[in-house]
């Protein structure tokens, strides 16, 4: 599985900050069309490694592909091709949110209008909102309405429903959902089971900067061998744990 | 030629990162006062401070004694004498203070105190001399005629507004570019626009950009200010004045680009901004001339790019001179402005 059917690969990436081992020798590959989870709990080096393939950290050692190609030499290519939304990032509150969104699209050489863009998170009547006065939720509909300005072919989503009520979470889900079903690739992290279990073909568990399972979330789950109590049907929290002793959010 | 390039209707990436610097500008009221009103209300002190017409009498206390009433009379309607009235006792303090420029202790003859470094203390003393000396009954041989004459542009105060719009300028400049800068860095807005296909040039380009459009209020109210309220005079033309002004706000912005590109937060960019700009306030001649200074540090002083604006400034409103003759400090300017943006660029900090 490489060149043009490749959405991401990465190998034996390394990422130290001085003496602690943020990434150590994590690999895995996300297919064309596939919708890929890091799941792990805080700290396992979700963040880090997702950072590294965005191309922002230049990792210790290892290597990367996004859609076949290095980020040395093809940042201004993949850059178009790509969209991010990161764990952190404010957008300025005094911007409305057309505007925000007319700037990010004025980076584009290509994709959706800005009506578009509005009808496709559910945000047309913010539009003349201020940033700063949204919602958690209509926030990160934005920011994801941002990484979607130059229709790309690979999406990139660091922890995207962290700290949202449910019924925001599942709006969100809707709306990666539609961006899968025309193709989209996307490489997520998470550290919520159901959102894994919901999104994701695929996902590795990352625990110290290491991938310590796998495998599409059934699979995971058959892992377990029979659900011991009837009504508890086996999740990937249960994976988690019988595979490290800990709970996912126990820190 | 590769297929065009289609912006969904967006603007340039410049024009809206610049229209986004903009709007966050206008939508900050403190910003609007530091542009706008702060150079007013500095203008207004200096108008104050410094009112067209007439000169300032002469200050003068009398300590108390048998001829102190005789002294006061003499005093009271001598031109360009004011008397004030002191509590007994606090005549020295007064006089220490600046609150009276001279006082009168009468003796007789009567001994005038005052301090002969002080040109005014100096001025108070001829006043007081001549009229206490024609009270007494000293006969004046003539008396001249006058012809008061007031040349515009050969005041302080003529010679101080120049140094107050390079003084906003530069302020308005650093400040504001800096302050935007580290904002987007502590929010990890900077972070999230390089993970777009955004040029980090035009980003940088932008901030100044935006930043000059301000530039007509910005220096031009303290101007404008100057000329319909304190009577300053224009020389130079309008067109070589807003050349100057322009290239100045663009060396600034280098300047200010150049202290915000690795600075994480608001204490770290204003310590880097005072450490930058307080030295300029004194050395550069914005409130008296930085002739004052050693020659050794001449050198040094007219490399600084508030020198250089402030100088063009002066030579353009002041003595009415082309873009020619302040081409030196055009290219200090330049040369801060090119500089700043170059070395910005290479170690700007976006994560």
Request: glycine share 10%; aromatic share 6%; net charge neutral.
């Given at each position: ?251 | ?17 610049a229209?986004?610097r903009l709007?966050?500008f206008a939508r900050e009221p403190e910003a609007i006062f530091w542009a706008f009103i702060f150079p007013i209300l500095m203008s207004v002190a200096l108008a104050i401070a410094f009112p067209g017409g007439g ?94 004459v007031q040349v515009p542009g050969s005041r302080y105060v003529d010679w101080l507004i120049p140094g107050i719009v390079g003084l906003n300028i530069m302020g308005t400049s650093m400040w504001g570019i ?30 100044v950009g935006g930043r000059l459009i301000l530039l007509a209020p910005e220096a031009g109210v303290p101007l404008l200010f100057g000329v319909f309220v304190l009577g300053l005079p224009i020389r130079g033309s309008l067109m070589t004045t807003s050349i100057v002004c322009l290239v100045g706000a663009l060396a600034f912005g280098?300047?200010g ?20 700009m307080?030295?300029m306030w004194?050395?550069s001649g914005v409130f008296f001339s ?15 790019p508030l020198t250089a604006l402030i100088d063009a400034l002066r030579a353009v409103v002041l003595d009415g001179v082309g873009l020619?003759a302040v081409?030196?400090e055009l290219?200090?300017l330049?040369?801060?402005g ?14």
């Amino acid at each position: 599985m490489t060149g043009i059917m490749t959405g991401v690969m990465c190998s034996n990436l390394i990422k130290r900050y001085g003496d602690v081992v943020a990434v150590d020798r994590l690999s895995f590959e996300v297919a064309r069309g596939e919708c890929f989870g890091l799941l792990g709990p805080n700290g396992a080096g979700k963040t880090t490694t997702i950072e590294i393939l965005e191309g922002l950290l230049e990792p210790d050692a290892g290597d990367v592909q996004i859609l076949g190609l290095t980020w040395r030499g093809h940042d201004g290519e993949l850059r178009q091709r790509i969209g991010v939304q990161l764990q952190e990032t404010q957008l300025a509150d005094k911007l409305t949110v057309e505007e925000t969104l007319r700037l990010f699209r004025s980076f584009y050489h290509r994709g959706r209008t800005i009506d578009e863009l509005l009808r496709l998170v559910e945000l047309e009547s913010k539009r003349r909102s201020w940033v700063g006065r949204l919602s958690g939720g209509q926030r990160q509909r934005l920011a994801v309405a941002c990484a979607l300005a130059g229709e790309p072919d690979l999406l990139f989503l660091d922890e995207p429903t962290t700290g949202l009520d449910p019924q925001s979470r599942r709006q969100l889900w809707h709306l990666l959902a539609e961006f899968r079903s025309q193709g989209g690739t996307i490489l997520l992290t998470t550290h919520y089971m159901d959102e894994a279990e919901t999104l994701c073909d695929r996902v590795a568990i990352v625990d110290h900067g290491r991938v310590i399972a796998e495998g599409s979330p059934r699979e995971l789950i058959a892992t377990l061998g029979a659900p011991r109590v009837v009504t508890h049907q086996g999740t990937l929290e249960d994976v988690f744990v019988a595979l490290t002793g800990r709970h996912l959010r126990e820190e | 030629m590769t297929t065009p390039i289609d912006r969904g209707g967006s603007w340039h990436p410049l024009v809206e990162l610049a229209l986004a610097r903009l709007r966050e500008f206008a939508r900050e009221p403190e910003a609007i006062f530091w542009a706008f009103i702060f150079p007013i209300l500095m203008s207004v002190a200096l108008a104050i401070a410094f009112p067209g017409g007439g000169s300032k009498p002469a200050i003068v206390g009398i300590e108390p004694g048998d001829d102190a009433n005789g002294i006061h009379e003499a005093l009271e309607h001598a031109p360009g004498v004011t008397v004030r009235d002191l509590a007994p006792g606090t005549e020295a303090r007064a006089l220490r203070e600046g609150e009276v420029h001279l006082l009168v202790v009468p003796t007789s003859p009567p001994t005038y105190r005052f301090d002969p470094a002080r040109e005014e203390s100096r001025v108070a003393r001829l006043l007081v001399d001549d009229a206490l000396k024609h009270a007494a009954g000293r006969p004046d041989p003539w008396s001249a005629r006058e012809d008061p004459v007031q040349v515009p542009g050969s005041r302080y105060v003529d010679w101080l507004i120049p140094g107050i719009v390079g003084l906003n300028i530069m302020g308005t400049s650093m400040w504001g570019i800096g302050f935007s800068i580290v904002q987007a860095r502590m929010r990890k807005l900077l972070k999230r626009l390089v993970a777009s296909p955004m040029h980090k040039r035009e980003y940088l380009l932008a901030q100044v950009g935006g930043r000059l459009i301000l530039l007509a209020p910005e220096a031009g109210v303290p101007l404008l200010f100057g000329v319909f309220v304190l009577g300053l005079p224009i020389r130079g033309s309008l067109m070589t004045t807003s050349i100057v002004c322009l290239v100045g706000a663009l060396a600034f912005g280098g300047v200010g680009l150049l202290l915000a590109s690795r600075a994480r937060t608001f204490e770290a960019i204003s310590g880097l901004m005072n450490m930058t700009m307080v030295p300029m306030w004194v050395l550069s001649g914005v409130f008296f001339s930085s002739s004052n200074f050693p020659q050794a540090v001449q050198p040094l002083i007219q490399a600084l790019p508030l020198t250089a604006l402030i100088d063009a400034l002066r030579a353009v409103v002041l003595d009415g001179v082309g873009l020619a003759a302040v081409s030196r400090e055009l290219a200090v300017l330049a040369g801060w402005g090119l500089g700043g943006f170059a070395l910005a660029l290479r170690i700007f900090r976006w994560t």
